[in-house]
C-alpha cells in the first residue's frame, strides 16, 4: 500500500491562532501531528508521499530523516487539493492499493484495516456517531450509496460525517488517475479531491463505498478547537 498524505493547504481557518506554520506541525506529545502520521504509515510498511505548498521547507524540514517522498505544489494558493494530489498522481502508476488522507488527522490505525477489508473500488471512511456537528457529510440511501453530500446537508438527512480518509484499490487507480487528469484538463482546480470519488457515483464499473468508522477514535484539526480536543483525546 502507499499513501499520499496532503499537507500544502495553509490551514486559514486555524491560522490566526497559531501563527505561520503549517496545522500538521502542530504538537501533540512532544511530536508533530504530520511526523505521528507518517511514522505511524511507515511503522505498517506503506510507502508514504508529502504533498507540500505552503512554508513547504518546514515541513520537509520536520521529515528529513524519514524515508518519504516528497511532491511540490507550487501553485497552492491557486488551486484546491485536487491540484494538490495531480502533482502526485504518479503514485496511482506503483500497481498498489493508494490511500489520501490529510496531514492534520490523528486516528486510530484500525481505520486503515476496515478501508482495507472494504470490497468497494474506491472507499471513503465515515463515522455515523457524527452527524450534528462536524465539517462534511453524507447522505446515504439504504444501499449505503452516497445520495447527497457536502458542509451544508440537513441533519435530518445526514447519515455520517466523512472523517477525511480515502482509499483507491489498486484495480481502480487507472480509472481514478484518469478522471482526476480530466478534471485538472478542465480546469476544475478549485475542486476538492473527493469529488473524483464522487464523480463515480453512477458508474457501474467502479464501486464506490463508504466504511464507518464509528467507535474508533479520531480527530481532524481545522480549527483551534479541535486541536484542544485532540490534545485532550491522544495524550
Request: charged residues 25%; negative net charge; aromatic residues 10%.
Amino acid at each position: 500500500m502507499r499513501a499520499i498524505v496532503l499537507a500544502a493547504g495553509k490551514g486559514s481557518r486555524i491560522s490566526d491562532k497559531i501563527g505561520a506554520i503549517p496545522k500538521s506541525l502542530l504538537k501533540i506529545n512532544e511530536k508533530t501531528i504530520l511526523e505521528t502520521l507518517v511514522d505511524k504509515l511507515l511503522s505498517q510498511g506503506i510507502g508514504v508521499t508529502v504533498c507540500v505548498g505552503y512554508r513547504h521547507c518546514l515541513i520537509e524540514d520536520a521529515l528529513k530523516e524519514r524515508p518519504v517522498k516528497v511532491s511540490y505544489n507550487p501553485f497552492y494558493e491557486l488551486m484546491n487539493n485536487i491540484g494538490t494530489l495531480w502533482f502526485a498522481r504518479d503514485t496511482f502508476m506503483q500497481n498498489d492499493d493508494v490511500l489520501i488522507l490529510s496531514a492534520d488527522l490523528i486516528f486510530d490505525m484500525a481505520i486503515l484495516e476496515k478501508l482495507k477489508q472494504s470490497t468497494g473500488d474506491l472507499v471513503m471512511a465515515t463515522d455515523s456517531d457524527r452527524i450534528q456537528t462536524g465539517d462534511y457529510f453524507f447522505s446515504l440511501d439504504q444501499n449505503g450509496k452516497i445520495v447527497e453530500y457536502g458542509p451544508n446537508v440537513p441533519v435530518e438527512k445526514r447519515t455520517c460525517e466523512y472523517m477525511g480518509i480515502s482509499m483507491v484499490k489498486q484495480r481502480a487507480c487507472n480509472a481514478f488517475c484518469k478522471k482526476l487528469e480530466d478534471m485538472i484538463d478542465h480546469g476544475d482546480f478549485q475542486q476538492y479531491f473527493e469529488q473524483v470519488f464522487f464523480s463515480f457515483r453512477n458508474d457501474p464499473a467502479v464501486q464506490l463505498r463508504t466504511v464507518d468508522v464509528a467507535g474508533l477514535p479520531w480527530q481532524e484539526i481545522d480549527f483551534y478547537e479541535d486541536y484542544q480536543k485532540a490534545l485532550n483525546q491522544f495524550r
